[in-house]
Nanobody, 123 residues
Framework: QVQLVESGGGLVQAGGPLRLSCAAS????????MGWFRRAPGKGREFVAVISSSGGIRSYAETVKGRFTISRDNAKNTVSLQMNSLKPEDTAVYYC????????????????WGQGTQVTVSS
């Protein structure tokens, strides 16, 4: 069992930065592939970024590539999402998720989810 708690959401102006963090507790954090997903108003939950269990592989959705950076600290059991050049269309609830696989982009392969943190980007 893994418990995930996101933090760092809030209201930001377009073009600004925001950093999300996710703290994990439970089983050894370093065994899990970690991802960030988001759900915009009226839409389904979509993939944002993933980082492999070792941190050596990262992948991003095309919509955030070049603006967002995912990172993890296995010693501190945390995963972060640095978001730069935010756009109004980035407005969503952001979720941290853990997969028993070392690395996956597939939402259904994430077994553990946080409660989410709201990010609102004003124009």
């Amino acid at each position: 069992q893994v418990q995930l708690v996101e933090s760092g959401g809030g209201l930001v102006q377009a073009g600004g930065p925001l950093r999300l963090s996710c703290a994990a507790s439970g089983r050894p954090f370093s065994r899990y592939g970690m991802g960030w997903f988001r759900r915009a108003p009226g839409k389904g939950r979509e993939f944002v970024a993933v980082i492999s269990s070792s941190g050596g592989i990262r992948s991003y959705a095309e919509t955030v590539k070049g603006r967002f950076t995912i990172s993890r600290d296995n010693a501190k059991n945390t995963v972060s999402l640095q978001m730069n050049s935010l756009k109004p269309e980035d407005t969503a609830v952001y979720y941290c998720a853990a997969s028993l696989l070392q690395w996956t982009l597939t939402r259904g392969e994430y077994a553990y989810w946080g409660q989410g943190t709201q990010v609102t980007v004003s124009s």
